[in-house]
């Protein structure tokens, strides 16, 4: 397909229909009839306002998001504001049968969902900037900054982009994603003016990059010094302080790079996440002889994605980390969990097993140590040969006690010497930890996710 061909059937696969378009409006309505009437029972709660993609005219079809935010007075104390909004979301969520649960970004939330809409029920402060007293008092910028600039056209430009970067798995700021959030995406628009406009720069984009649209710094290298070690720096128009692109890790700003790249070499709706799958090969295929370790456990207590994705994430560092250091190789990594309760960390390693002995280097002869080393290693059960004196030093071959790598971690588990996320040390220890990996996948998800990362390859691609 060509160009305009594979983006004008893109943008009618983003665009959400005017039916749509319809319901989302009645049913933020009755949210900010029903949120209001709560609000002015609530003391210091000074307005309420619908912000995010909804407001903005710029969600991408089936994924229609209210975000109604309450403004709170600067006087009321954190602590009081955060226990308003939950019990106030719960009620307006319960009220139209919409399923509240509480969620936590770096701020506790309600999420839930009244008819085909997801509805996010937030607190703010009221205040002037930069004078914020909370992570989400820009929020009501952000809006009015877009809202004032972004075109009709480009509105529809921010929906291609969601969708291409929906496609290729870059978007979302959240822990689980790591990637582009949905004011990043409009802010690039803006600066680039169109889709093909943007994909064209990133596909020539060689970190760091530097947007600064509202000029707040001099010069480009003076906003880079801001923000040392970011790749993507794009400042806030509404806050000079604060990199948009924050949350944005180097393994998605590289994705979507290559993405690009791809993109305008062969134009496809698969950058979209439409159009033919390629057929991946079976799990049993794709696991043949290769050495994959897998971790799979269950959490007890149900908690936000963003904590249980953020503790996976830190946990499965910490087995990588210990798996190293027992002397394997890690080649990849990968986390993954239904975000209910099932949980896995996976690993690819070089090999499953240590080699039965060790090479051990001691001091040289003439060193005061050598007779303590001698002294010590004759008399060692771990001796499998030596000492023996090569050049001016003195060795052992050391045998190894255990050398299976389920085993060991297993160990290093159970005795508290692997650095896990205090949340999950509990259900960490009672893993199942396996390397037959086609044995584990209970359920789809599970057994889709392990397909993707055994072949390692994006869908685009
Ligand atoms: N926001 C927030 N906390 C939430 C939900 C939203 O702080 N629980 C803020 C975000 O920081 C952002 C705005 O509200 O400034 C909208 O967030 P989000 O829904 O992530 O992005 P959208 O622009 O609405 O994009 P999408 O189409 O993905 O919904
Ligand atoms: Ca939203």
Known sequence: MRLKEVLEEALRLAKPPPREEEELKETVNLLLRETRA????????????????????????????????IHFEPTVPKERMEREIVELGFRVLERLKGRPRLMYADHPYVEGRVGEVTVNIVACYRVEPPGWLSATDRTPYHTRYVLERLGAEQRDQVRLLKAFMLGCGVYGAEIKVRGFSGYLAELLILHYGSFPGLVEAASKWKPPIILDLEGHYRSAREAAE???????????????????????????????????????????????????????????????????????????VKKPPDVLWGELRRSGEGVKRALERLGFQVYRSGAWTDEEKECLLVYELAYLRLPPTRLHRGPPAHHPNALQFIEKWVRSRERAAGPWVEGMRLYVLRREGMTDAVKLLKREVLEGRVALARGLIDEIKQAKITTQVTRLARNRRLQRYLREFLSARPTYL
Request: hydrophobic share 45%.
């Open 38 to 69: 709560e609000a002015e029972k609530t003391e210091g709660a000074v307005n309420v306002s619908l912000e995010g993609s909804a407001a903005k005219g710029t969600w991408v079809k089936g994924r229609a998001e209210a975000d109604i935010f």
């Open 226 to 300: 801001a923000f040392p070690g970011q790749p993507l720096v794009v400042i806030d128009p509404v806050d000079r302080a604060r990199n948009v692109a924050a949350a944005v890790a180097e393994e998605r700003l590289a994705e979507f790079i290559l993405a690009s790249k791809l993109f305008l070499r062969s134009p496809s709706l698969r950058f979209f996440g439409a159009g033919p799958k390629p057929r991946r090969p079976s799990l049993t295929q794709l696991a043949r002889g290769r050495n994959i370790l897998a971790v799979s456990f269950r959490t007890g």
